[in-house]
């Protein structure tokens, strides 16, 4: 009887012994739950910013590109402007030497004509001259 006490006794503490392992084991498994949720919740945070934080430089550095092409853009419009009032000039000048041209042309045309006329009108009186002279 004694034997079967003692026994007794050692199942008893025996299963005080494992429930106590179940419950220890149990807490030490939640804190590491819990620490594990904890530390994920901070990565996950982490995440988050640095999401935010490459968001706004890639924000700025679009607004960055997109002044940038705007004042190339600017830049190219205003060369485009430039070179459409030169080839104007250009065109104008022409116009203005042509113009020019033409009325240096007319100008001998006419010198021609005077000087064909004063020749014909000289020798016509040299022709009446000998004519009356003979």
Partial sequence: IELEKVKDTFDVKLLEEKENLRKDLENVTTNTKNKAN???????????????????????????????????????????????EREQAWEDERADVLREVQRLKSEATQMVTILAMEYEEENSREDKKRSLSQ
């Fill in 38 to 84: 904890e530390k994920i919740a901070q990565l996950n945070k982490q995440i988050v910013l640095e999401r935010g934080e490459m968001f706004a430089e890639q924000q700025k550095n679009s607004q960055h590109l997109e002044e940038e092409f705007k004042v190339k853009e600017d830049r190219l419009n205003q060369s485009f402007i430039q070179i459409k």
